[in-house]
């Protein structure tokens, strides 16, 4: 089981479309067994995919805060091999209640997901905009980190921000943490935004870059509309194209330096 986490803390970057459309790929099209985990209160991710928890249902909070079995957490979607652990308004709550762990508070998540290991290829965590005891947590679970981002000054910033909590990560509790890569967002061909991407690599010389970059297109809003994603909505759609294209791309990268 890869984990792969989708980070900044920046709000509207293109986590939750990255996550979903990624996650959706990696089982419909690829046919791998994949979980989606949404540990963002807003629960985006979980309404992309048409589900709706009340706070009576059990959800990511209830398996992070009141260790309720994994497997009791995870629903069925309409995409095939592809499962989801959905969030509510419920884990505004998990943060605090992290803060207040006597120990290993970091681990909560890492420990969860290990009891379903076996039965999952990848699973793909949805990260709410924050550097927090929620990322924190996610970033401890997983292998690989990825980074969405929009190509403008503000996006050079939290990438700059992310950086630094990354860099912690890796040297207080999780070693194996890779950085898979910046990806952009919201593209668009644009003299301005061909700027700040010469400016993000010239600056962030360490990291990897997608070579795919995601196009900007009312398509994405339509999808999200339909609660559908790409590769059901519009399998042909260029947008839909962008996001296989990086998942074979993140394929290649685990493969070159998976465990
Ligand atoms: N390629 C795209 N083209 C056009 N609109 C897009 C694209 N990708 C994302 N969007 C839109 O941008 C908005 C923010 O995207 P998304 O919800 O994926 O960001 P996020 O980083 O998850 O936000 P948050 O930080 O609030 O969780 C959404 O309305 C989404 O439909
Ligand atoms: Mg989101």
Known sequence: M??????????????????????????????????????????????????????????????????????????????????LIPSNVNLDKADTFLTTLPMAKEFVLKKKLKEIDSEFDYVIIDCPPARNNLTTNALTASDYTILPCEATEYGIDSIFAMNEFISNIQQCVNSNLKVAGILFTKKENTSVQKFYVEQFKAALKSYHFFDTEIRKTTIVEKSLTEHQPLIIYGKREEVTKDYIKVADELEKIIKETGK
């Open 2 to 83: 890869i984990v792969i986490s989708l980070l900044n803390r920046k709000g509207g970057a293109g986590k939750t479309t990255a996550s979903v459309n990624l996650a959706a790929i990696f089982a419909e099209l690829k046919g791998k067994r994949v979980l989606l985990t949404d540990i963002d209160p807003q629960a985006n991710a979980t309404t992309y995919l048409d589900k709706y928890i009340s706070k009576d249902e059990t959800s990511v909070y209830d398996v992070i805060c009141n260790d309720v079995p994994t497997r009791s957490a995870i629903i069925d979607t309409n995409i095939n091999n592809l499962k």
